[in-house]
């Protein structure tokens, strides 16, 4: 068997093991039966973060962390293993024809001409994608697969099924998050923008040119996991952005936009 091959196995062994959770951020909408999952979300992210803001030198922020980051979010990607949960992606809509919506906190730690940059090419549906977090224990060195390269692949699938016009995220570039993301499609804003303690890539993806990761397996076990995933979604809880405008995505010209000083 071919190393390509046996990775492939590996995934489908894998996955087959996992299943995809699709809840809301909020416990409040969060059904009974999935509450348990969601506290072990929060949990899982508290930790990591914890551990991600001390490996940037953010020591006072580590010790002061507390739930907006995460309770702020729309929806959760988990992924669920032996009802654990072993990692999960957050999702996050924002309507920048809304004024409020412009000036959330957000927005703060991108560079000040991204949402004008945006606006002038007509995108105000947006997706955002973060706080990848994967539980040590089943990080690639133990497991042998990228648990967090087919959170973002399934992410790619959630942001194609939304109908917003862009996902938008920062990488964690120590950790070549950048890398992974361009496995995926997305295209650099900015590089080694100044943020969170470090340097991220500031990336955005457009529905029309995104992927899956072309790494062994990885492509067919997203789809596979999210073909069957559970969706926990309350009715009246976070919903896709309702696209008001009358412009088409093939009428966006997106080359023109670059935060790197040329055309894509």
């Known amino acids: 068997m071919s190393t390509s091959a046996a990775i492939c ?17 909020r416990g ?32 006072h922020d580590a010790a002061v962390l507390t739930s907006e980051g995460f309770v702020e979010q729309d929806e959760l990607l988990c992924l ?49 994608v973060g706080h990848l977090t994967v539980d ?7 497991v042998g697969v990228g648990i967090a390269e087919l959170l973002v692949s399934m992410s790619m699938l959630r942001l194609i099924e939304s109908g917003a016009q862009l996902g938008l995220a920062m990488t964690r570039n120590n950790r070549k998050i950048n890398e992974m993301t361009y496995r995926h499609g997305a295209v650099p804003l900015r590089r080694n923008h100044r943020a969170y303690g470090g340097h991220v890539d500031v990336v955005a993806w457009y529905p029309d040119r995104v992927c899956l990761s072309p790494q062994p397996g990885i492509a067919d076990g997203a789809r596979a996991l999210w073909s ?34 040329s055309r894509w």
């Open 28 to 59: 409040e909408r969060t059904p009974a039966s999935l509450l348990r999952g969601w506290e072990q979300a929060y949990q899982l992210w508290h930790e990591c973060r914890t551990e991600a803001l001390r490996s940037q030198g953010m020591h």
């Open 80 to 128: 669920v293993s032996d009802d654990m949960v072993r990692g999960l992606l957050t999702v996050r809509w924002f309507d920048l024809s809304l004024a409020a919506n412009r000036a959330h906190r957000y927005f703060r730690r991108y560079p000040p001409e991204l949402i004008e940059q945006l606006l002038a090419i007509g995108v105000h549906d947006l997706m955002t």
């Open 9 to 25: 196995h590996k995934v489908s062994v894998l996955t087959r093991d996992l299943a995809c959770v699709q809840m809301p951020a």
């Open 228 to 261: 069957r995933r559970m969706v926990g979604l309350a009715p009246g809880g976070p919903a896709e952005p309702q696209r008001r405008s009358t412009q088409t995505d093939a009428g966006i010209d997106y080359p023109c936009f670059s935060l790197c000083g």
């Open 136 to 142: 040590p224990a089943w990080r690639k060195p133990r």
